[in-house]
């Protein structure tokens, strides 16, 4: 009977969604506001009864609509465009999240709240809505504009900066202290998660899915797709990751596919159906009674979110040397709050250390706020001309200049410096790969020792195997890295030394100078190459065989590795720079 319990749910959920859809669309208002308003009315607030019998199902669908939409998202936006949004994107999210925590904190406090549900209050007010803004973006027909994309840099921005910020409420609540070493180490953790996605996923997934679909089946195809997107989507889960990272993510590498747009036909009607589902389901969340209760509150934080928010996305979007019409538009396609408010105020639940109304609130605001979404996304361009008007000369000619200013480009000591971005580039790429190798050979060992307690007595009493093989795996590439890295040097040392009449003298100078960063930089690559292979390291005795061994291993796998890693590299330029001729 279960099953006919949920055939029964979503019919009613898709049934009245559609109906509530439809006549949203007849009186032109966004569709997705539909949606939330057919949540409200068969939620369990709305009388005379609740029309739904299993949430935590319908829940679950939701999160299916939340892992289609992210990526949806990321097949909309190509990684080659990092280039141009990764700098206004860095600013703005970090300008935007800063500023509007300590404004919650500060409403907080004026409304007598305790220091830590005004903390999470600042928390929950500084992260906008990836779901809703796709939505919204996707039925006005903006979603490819520019603006859009810097939007859609910023939210990636914004995902990545909650994730950190998870983590530090959860130290303040449990501790009452800042563990800035595990911030630190949990950042760095997140890095590597993303290095190593991407690369691998650039290198395996164009490749497959290029295969599956010379056999010109859309339902194959489309299994195929939805199994990897589940698969990475885990696999984040796994790490203690957001679902929404680990869709969008692969999104963001099938996108680089020569099949990216077969695959969004395809996936379409179920963003839609899913993503339909989650609107409703925050509908349902949404008490009358709790928001004629709080409405003051809901009131003023509602507006103090569009506004801030509005201010600082603009302002940061601005700084970065974007036009003021653009960053206007950013700014206000950004004045909400969504699904990682939910997150941060459940949290303070969970370690019950916030107050009991704040959950209701974070809702009822981000309701209130999407409802205003459309209509202030609307309203940038008419609002854009009108400040345009009013804007005496001399800010016109500043913005002007300003925005030349930063777009300007480097010339020479620009192309050197995109050769040493390049390199340190590739050296921290290399290093990220061997820290997931040794990381997943961890992860191997761990579960051996589970499956099997009583292991050979050449494994059990001798180095971990699967360290050992992390360390004659990742040898050469580390000799390979070694060598771009005196390259690295030369470059910075031809760039750092003062110029002098003597030739030789010069050459000698930037000579030193680059063996003196060489040997600083090995050494310090050396040590944390040693802290990684520490649970490998044998003892005393039998050091001297493991050595001889790793020796051979490394000389043995030297050559593979080098074209390996040249194929690998040569692949991912190729990948990345294939135009797209379908757009």
């Known amino acids: 009977m279960h099953g006919m319990n949920l055939v029964r749910d979503l019919a009613i959920v898709l049934t009245i969604a559609g109906g509530v859809a439809v006549l949203f669309h007849r009186l032109r208002q966004p569709v997705v506001l539909g949606y939330i308003a057919a949540g409200v009315l068969i939620g369990p607030y709305t009388p005379?009864?609740?029309?739904?019998?299993?949430?935590?199902?319908?829940?679950?669908?939701?999160?299916?609509?939340?892992?289609?939409?992210?990526?949806?998202?990321?097949?909309?936006?190509?990684?080659?465009?990092?280039?141009?949004?990764?700098?206004?994107?860095?600013?703005?999210?970090?300008?935007?999240?800063?500023?509007?925590?300590?404004?919650?904190?500060?409403?907080?406090?004026?409304?007598?709240?305790?220091?830590?549900?005004?903390?999470?209050?600042?928390?929950?007010?500084?992260?906008?809505?990836?779901?809703?803004?796709?939505?919204?973006?996707?039925?006005?027909?903006?979603?490819?504009?520019?603006?859009?994309?810097?939007?859609?840099?910023i939210l990636i921005v914004e995902d990545i900066l909650a994730i950190a910020m998870l983590a530090l409420l959860s130290s303040i609540a449990m501790t009452g202290t800042l563990s800035v070493a595990e911030i630190a180490t949990m950042l760095a953790h997140l890095a590597i998660f993303l290095t190593v996605v991407l690369v691998i996923g650039l290198l395996a997934v164009p490749p497959l899915l290029a295969f599956v679909a010379r056999a010109r089946s859309h339902e194959m195809l489309l299994v195929c797709v939805v199994g990897v997107c589940f698969g990475v989507s885990l696999l984040a889960v796994e790490l203690g990751y957001s679902v929404a990272l680990g869709a969008f993510l692969i999104g963001a590498i099938m996108a680089e596919s020569d099949s990216r747009h077969q695959i969004e036909h395809l996936v379409a009607p179920l963003r839609d159906l899913f993503s339909a589902v989650f609107f409703v389901t925050i509908g349902l969340m949404i008490d009358p009674a709790m928001l004629r209760e709080w409405w003051m509150p809901i009131a003023g934080i509602s507006i103090a979110v569009i506004i801030g928010k509005i201010v600082t996305c603009t302002v940061g979007t601005l700084i970065s040397g974007n036009p003021a019409r653009k960053s206007l538009r950013v700014g206000m396609g950004l004045a909400q709050i969504g699904e990682f408010s939910f997150i941060i105020a459940s949290l303070g639940t969970?370690?019950?250390?916030?107050?009991?109304?704040?959950?209701?609130?974070?809702?009822?605001?981000?309701?209130?706020?999407?409802?205003?979404?459309?209509?202030?996304?609307?309203?940038?361009?008419?609002?854009?001309?009108?400040?345009?008007?009013?804007?005496?000369?001399?800010?016109?000619?500043?913005?002007?200049?300003?925005?030349?200013?930063?777009?300007?480009?480097?010339?020479?000591?620009?192309?050197?410096?995109?050769?040493?971005?390049?390199?340190?580039?590739?050296?921290?790429?290399?290093?990220?790969?061997?820290?997931?190798?040794?990381?997943?050979?961890?992860?191997?060992?761990?579960?051996?020792?589970?499956?099997?307690?009583?292991?050979?007595?050449?494994?059990?009493?001798?180095?971990?195997?699967?360290?050992?093989?992390?360390?004659?795996?990742?040898?050469?590439?580390l000799v390979i890295a070694l060598a771009k890295l005196r390259r690295l040097c030369a470059l910075l040392a031809r760039a750092g030394v003062r110029r002098q009449s003597n030739r030789r003298t010069q050459v000698n100078a930037e000579a030193a100078v680059a063996r003196l960063l060489f040997g600083a930089a090995s050494f310090a690559m050396a040590l944390s190459v040693v802290g990684l292979s520490a649970p490998a390291l044998p003892d005393p005795e039998s050091l001297g065989l493991w050595v001889v061994l790793l020796a051979a291993a490394g000389f043995l796998l030297w050559r593979p590795s080098l074209s390996a890693y040249q194929s690998a590299h040569r692949r991912l330029r190729r990948t990345l720079a294939r135009e797209d001729t379908a757009s």
């Open 48 to 153: 005379p009864f609740d029309l739904i019998t299993d949430h935590e199902t319908i829940g679950a669908l939701a999160g299916l609509g939340v892992i289609f939409l992210m990526f949806s998202l990321g097949l909309e936006f190509r990684l080659r465009r990092l280039r141009t949004v990764g700098p206004t994107a860095l600013v703005a999210a970090t300008l935007e999240i800063g500023l509007m925590i300590g404004v919650g904190y500060e409403i907080g406090d004026w409304l007598g709240w305790s220091q830590i549900d005004s903390l999470f209050l600042g928390a929950m007010m500084s992260i906008s809505s990836t779901t809703i803004i796709v939505k919204a973006l996707g039925e006005l027909g903006l979603a490819r504009e520019q603006f859009a994309q810097l939007i859609f840099g």
């Open 350 to 477: 969970t370690l019950r250390v916030t107050s009991d109304f704040l959950y209701p609130i974070a809702v009822a605001v981000s309701a209130v706020t999407t409802f205003a979404t459309p209509y202030l996304i609307r309203a940038a361009d008419p609002l854009a001309d009108r400040l345009s008007a009013l804007a005496p000369r001399r800010v016109h000619a500043a913005l002007g200049s300003y925005t030349g200013w930063t777009s300007t480009p480097g010339g020479v000591r620009g192309a050197r410096g995109r050769a040493v971005r390049s390199l340190a580039f590739q050296i921290a790429l290399i290093f990220a790969l061997t820290v997931a190798v040794f990381g997943a050979a961890t992860a191997v060992e761990a579960e051996v020792k589970v499956a099997f307690p009583r292991l050979p007595w050449w494994i059990d009493t001798g180095p971990e195997l699967a360290q050992l093989v992390a360390i004659a795996t990742t040898l050469p590439l």
